[in-house]
């Protein structure tokens, strides 16, 4: 067997059924005699292709495979790699190599391509054999498994897979494991008085929302949403939750200051943007911190860390708990105060109404992929997350990596709705994915959210450098057609200027089995960043 033929093989071992790719000529190796079990997305960016096939292994839970082009390809997606990298995404990335027998010369495609990778993945290798090959995919399916999770990259000369290959299945690895010192821990919140939880993306990732929900109600405190939390990792609708989190230090600690003992549970403590000057002293309030990634408890405020499975050690805190009885507030006010919120802004497209009619119209179970960027705080409050797995986001600031993120994460999820809520100016850097989303038929609502420019730039100078604004450059993007764009890529679109224009395209939009984008021109005002 020939090392094309085995990687199609080890593919189907590890029921990957799909493969997100831009192909160049040391590529076509790979490509050559495609089985038809296996799709292979298209996508017309490597930036693109790499987000999709992040959104593609977070909605289903496993590994997705990325073929890229050499050393170009691998330039044009470094950004979206390092997007995967920050949301512990497990990738297989394939980028292919000029032939191994003239690399001497430094032919016009040649790269040394191992250390390039290697500052956006787990794992980086190039085989120095064909025999080399799939045992190097093999590797890289487990190390992109393996906590935190994240891109691992093999390096394929092209003449490698035309040679003979060497493969030997190997077992799987059973990574969620249960940290140690839970008694003691389970000690620690029985005793605390006022006991409170910050809920972060692992919760999420882990189908966790049951055990989440069970601790808050045993413990009788409120939950928190972690800041900047790339999943949401409690019902936000539960009357236990407060919502999320300030993320400046100060502000956190202010918000923690009258609890004795927080329990951070999965993600990072604490992730913050921008730096605001302030105290980081915790005072009389102890923090506590669970997670499977190392490196997030390597970096933490806590006072002591568990590294393990959080859904496994929330199930073992509850059978330590010693449970209370809860007195769970009522949600209706909220509720109210929300709707009364969006009644004084519909005349101006404001942003609480805007929000708050999309989320009245999108069906229960539907998945957001949210690149708001300046409204993603106040879409995360207004929008009703009710099931795991229905909030999705990138955790490291770039842009681009919301509409291929829905593409993937449509084909994962093809029994549920996907709606992409992205800034205009966000939406700019991904327009190539409406390409993929059409071919496919996809049925993803996409919502512009149409401020003119980089809200949250005018936002951060308004705060950082108040008065400097209207001399600063580069934050303003006008004249851009965005339904003709999207027709240009075969998705059909329209514009809302006004309310009644916003109610009855959203119903269409929602009517329709096909990918359907609406521009939506939000109130420009440039709201308080902190």
């Not at 993320?247 to 004795?260: A, E, K, R």
């Not at 190392?294 to 568990?306: C, K, V, W």
Request: proline share 8%.
């Amino acid at each position: 067997m020939n090392v094309r033929e085995a990687i199609k093989e080890w593919l189907q071992y590890h029921h990957i059924s799909v493969v997100f790719g831009n192909p160049g000529s040391t590529e076509i190796p790979f490509l050559v005699d495609w089985p038809e079990e296996i799709s292979y997305i298209l996508g017309l960016q490597e930036s693109q292709v790499v987000a999709m096939a992040d959104g593609y292994a977070q909605a289903s839970r496993m590994p997705a495979v990325v073929n890229l082009h050499s050393q170009p390809g691998l330039g044009h997606a470094m950004g979206a790699l390092m997007s995967a990298k920050r949301n512990r995404t497990p990738l297989v990335v394939t980028i292919g190599q000029e032939d191994s027998r003239h690399h001497i010369v430094e032919p016009l495609l040649y790269g040394n391509l191992a250390p390039w990778a290697s500052t956006v993945s787990q794992w980086s290798y190039q085989p120095t054999s064909a025999e080399d090959v799939v045992p190097a995919l093999e590797r890289a399916y487990h190390e992109a498994r393996r906590p935190p999770g994240g891109p691992a990259s093999v390096i394929l000369p092209m003449n490698y897979l035309n040679g003979q290959a060497v493969w030997n299945p190997r077992r799987e690895i059973d990574y969620h494991a249960m940290p140690d010192g839970m008694e003691d821990l389970a000690g620690i919140l029985n005793a605390a008085k006022f006991p409170a939880l910050v809920m972060g993306d692992e919760v999420d990732k882990e189908d966790a929302w049951a055990q989440a929900v069970g601790l808050a109600e045993a413990l009788d405190c409120p939950v928190f949403g972690a800041p900047l939390s790339m999943r949401v990792g409690f019902p936000n609708r539960h009357p236990l939750y407060q919502g999320i989190l300030n993320p400046v230090m100060s502000g956190i600690i202010q918000s923690l200051s009258p609890y004795d003992v927080v329990l951070v549970v999965g993600g990072p403590a604490f992730l913050t943007y921008p730096y605001i000057p302030g105290s980081r002293e915790w005072g009389q309030t102890r923090v506590y911190h669970i997670s499977s990634d190392p490196e997030y408890l390597a970096r933490s405020m806590a006072a002591q860390g568990y590294c393990g499975s959080v859904r496994v050690a929330m199930e073992t805190l509850l059978t330590k708990i010693v449970p209370k009885e809860p007195e769970l507030p009522e949600v209706e006010l909220w509720e109210a105060e929300q709707k009364s919120a969006a009644a004084r802004e519909r005349a101006d497209m404001g942003s609480d109404y805007v929000l708050y009619t999309i989320g009245q119209n999108m069906p229960p179970d539907t998945i957001v992929v949210d690149e708001s960027v300046s409204h993603s705080l106040l879409l995360r409050k207004i929008l009703n997350f009710t099931r795991q797995g229905s909030y999705y986001t990138a955790s490291n600031g770039a842009l681009g990596w919301g509409l291929a993120a829905a593409a993937g994460i449509q084909l994962a999820q093809p029994g549920r709705r996907v709606m992409a809520v992205v800034g205009d100016g966000a939406s700019l850097y991904g327009m190539q994915s409406l390409w993929a989303i059409a071919e496919h038929r996809l049925p993803i609502v996409i919502v512009i959210l149409n401020n003119h420019g980089y809200t949250i730039l005018k936002s951060l100078t308004q705060s950082l450098y108040p008065g400097h604004l209207p001399a600063t450059p580069g934050l303003t993007v006008q004249h851009v057609n965005f339904v003709r764009l999207a027709e240009s890529m075969g998705v059909r679109g329209s514009k809302a200027e006004n309310p009644s224009d916003l109610e009855w395209q959203l119903k269409e939009a929602w009517s329709s089995r096909e990918p359907y984008l609406l521009d939506v021109q939000v109130d420009a005002e440039i709201p308080k960043l902190l």
